[in-house]
Each structure stands twice: as structure tokens, then as C-alpha cells.
């Protein structure tokens, strides 16, 4: 299983931004999948997560500001940042939930500068 987040960059308070996913080596659409960030000094968190189903759920600080969404088609996933503050700063991970545990292939992720 490979993953690849991207569409980070730099981006000033209130802006908005929209990550991708891209997956390969496993059926995407079999799979939930969450995004998570990292932000220097921190733990990573998680932010987001969206069923097979659709179904989705955020982190209390993202809540209303992020919208996670997926297309199985084009085994590609999406986060979209809006009203952006510089607390979401970070390095921004997507993965899948296989068998009840996320992969271990967190692959690069993609930084969220939020700086004016």
C-alpha cells in the first residue's frame, strides 16, 4: 500500500487549501480512510475520517473549517481546509484502516504553512 498526500503549501490566515490522496496497491474504496497532521513538537492527531459509506467525522478544532471526501473511482481522497489559522500549521497525513488498524505507510505528507 502506497500513500501520498499533497496540495499543502503556504497559505495565510482565513485562506483556505485542498489536500489530496492518492492511493495504490489495495482497493481503495474497501477501506476507510482518515487524514491526520503532525505539527512541530507535537504528537501526530487525527482530523478527520471518512467511512466506506461516506460517512465522516472531525476533531473538535476542525470541525465546521475542514470537509474530508473521497472518490473511489479515482482511488483519491480529499481534505479541504477553509477559514485556515495558524494553530493548523503542520504536516498533513492521509492513511487507510485496514483490518481494524491504520497501515503503517504514512508516506511523506504534505505541509500547511498558515502565516501571514
Known amino acids: 500500500v502506497q500513500l501520498q498526500a499533497s496540495g499543502g503549501g503556504l497559505v495565510q490566515p482565513g485562506g483556505s487549501l485542498r489536500l489530496s490522496c492518492a492511493a495504490s496497491?489495495?482497493?481503495?474504496?474497501?477501506?476507510?480512510l482518515g487524514w491526520f497532521r503532525q505539527a512541530p513538537g507535537k504528537q501526530r492527531e487525527f482530523v478527520a475520517g471518512?467511512?466506506?459509506?461516506?460517512?465522516?467525522n472531525y476533531a473538535d478544532s476542525v470541525k465546521g473549517r475542514f470537509t474530508i471526501s473521497r472518490d473511489n473511482a479515482a482511488n483519491t481522497a480529499y481534505l479541504q481546509l477553509s477559514s485556515l489559522e495558524s494553530e493548523d500549521t503542520a504536516v498533513y497525513y492521509c492513511?487507510?484502516?485496514?483490518?481494524?488498524?491504520?497501515?503503517?505507510?504514512w508516506g511523506q505528507g504534505t505541509l500547511v504553512t498558515v502565516s501571514s
Open positions: 492513511n487507510l484502516l485496514v483490518n481494524g488498524r491504520w497501515t503503517p505507510n
Open positions: 496497491g489495495i482497493v481503495f474504496g474497501n477501506n476507510a
Open positions: 471518512i467511512t466506506t459509506g461516506g460517512i465522516t
